[in-house]
């Protein structure tokens, strides 16, 4: 079993700073790709950051420049640090995880989601 527990959401001025981590923890083997996802009502989950093994990063356009995504290998972590941020960033984020788990099967992991509310 893999669990992955997100932290730092909440409430923030336009324009402040926010950063989320994410902790994968269980039956883990190895992990590949890490990244964050995020949706709002009647919406679909978009892709916000992702960041490779060798920690290649890859952003969506709409947050280059403001948001900065990392891991910690050793603490199975990932981390989003959002800057400069507006209303529109307003969502629940999701952490996701590609892993190979203690059984050796692939499996694509999801946090439990973490509201960001960015007020204008």
């Known amino acids: 079993q893999v669990q992955l527990v997100e932290s730092g959401g909440g409430l923030v001025q336009a324009g402040g700073s926010l950063r989320l981590s994410c902790i994968a923890s269980?039956?883990?083997?190895?992990?590949?790709?890490m990244g964050w996802y995020r949706q709002t009502p009647g919406k679909l989950r978009e892709l916000v950051a992702t960041?490779?093994?060798?920690?290649?990063?890859n952003y969506v356009d709409s947050v280059k420049g403001r948001f900065t995504i990392s891991r910690d290998h050793d603490k199975n972590t990932v981390y989003l640090q959002m800057s400069s941020l507006k209303p529109e960033d307003t969502a629940v984020y999701y952490c996701?995880?590609?892993?190979?788990?203690?059984?050796?099967?692939?499996?694509?992991?999801w946090g439990q989601g973490t509201l960001v509310t960015v007020s204008s």
């Open positions: 269980g039956s883990i083997f190895s992990i590949n790709a």
């Open positions: 996701n995880v590609a892993l190979i788990t203690t059984s050796l099967n692939a499996l694509d992991a």
């Open positions: 960041i490779t093994n060798d920690g290649k990063p």
